[in-house]
């Protein structure tokens, strides 16, 4: 289990902060500042806990052998170190933010999605996206920021989809499914675009590596990156199956209160395997960026 502990630290830690990022997009993320509380400080407790756990392995010491001196190396001159500040000085911004709304009752939605941008765009320097030079180097981190801001907001719609569908039950059930559907089709169009520059920054970044069909059929980072497409698209699978047939049928349904439980039933069960599919994705992920593109 101990093994394991870094690849979940990793997943974790992509989980919560595109899950951050999505509440800064949709503009809740200052509505519910208890909510969004509780999940900064579970964030920020992740970071430093993630950030050590890296320390200790460049070291190749446990927690109790990192002094001042290695932390002060670490956090100064390694661009991962960098990194993670740069990540937990946007989170405390993020908390600072949440405070001046408490106190003031500010809404500073736009700020606060800057910086949770910028704490999910930190995580570009714990893969592969750091390891170019010059400017193709800039150009692969400026891909990595890219496409973890395109996942993010991914992510973050199917949570928030998924999370309408939870109280079906009561009074109000077409107001809320008409709800649903009209979100549904506002996404739509944007995951279109969100799919594309997935697909366009992802092949960017393989092919700038040096990535092969070779490399992709006989290494293990080409063996989880084939899961992770394959995961991906079953993802897109299930849109195209929210899009062209759930939606319309909860759409034809709601005329008929015993139809529409049915129909919205269906729709959450297709959402929450897709949000299981995000979860392994992002697995995928968190042990890819541990691995040597090209063996």
Not at 35 to 61: N, Y
Not at 95 to 113: D, K, P, S, Y
Not at 211 to 222: F, P, V
């Amino acid at each position: 289990m101990a093994d394991m502990a870094p690849y979940l630290l990793r997943l974790a830690l992509y989980l919560v902060l595109m899950l951050l990022f999505g509440q800064a997009l949709q503009r809740r993320a200052t509505a519910r500042p208890r909510t969004t509380g509780v999940l900064l400080l579970a964030t920020l407790l992740l970071v430093v806990v993630e950030a050590i756990t890296r320390l200790c392995s460049v070291l190749g010491t446990g927690w109790a052998g990192v002094d001042a001196d290695s932390a002060l190396w670490y956090f100064g001159s390694m661009p991962v170190g960098r990194a993670a500040l740069l990540c937990t000085a946007a989170l405390l911004g993020c908390l600072g933010l949440l405070g001046l709304r408490r106190l003031h009752g500010t809404t500073r939605q736009t700020e606060f999605a800057v910086l949770a941008a910028t704490a999910l765009g930190s995580l570009a320097w714990n893969g592969h996206a750091t390891a170019g030079e010059g400017l193709l180097g800039q150009l692969r981190l400026l891909g990595g920021i890219v496409h973890l801001l395109a996942a993010g907001a991914w992510v973050a719609a199917i949570a928030g989809l998924l999370a309408r569908t939870l109280h079906w039950r009561g009074a109000g059930l077409r107001e809320r499914a008409l709800a649903l559907q009209q979100a549904l089709h506002d996404f739509a169009w944007p995951g279109t675009v969100i799919v594309v520059v997935l697909a366009v920054t992802g092949s960017y970044s393989y092919v700038d590596m040096d990535g092969t069909l070779a490399t992709l059929a006989g290494t293990a980072h080409g063996h989880w990156l084939l899961l992770k497409l394959a995961l991906v698209a079953g993802m897109l699978g299930l849109a195209a199956l929210h899009r062209w047939r759930l939606v319309p049928a909860l759409r034809a349904a709601l005329a008929d209160p015993a139809q529409t439980a049915k129909a919205a039933s269906r729709l959450r069960a297709s959402l929450a395997c897709e949000a299981r599919l995000v979860v392994l994705v992002l697995a995928c992920v968190a042990v890819l960026g541990t691995l040597d593109p090209l063996s």
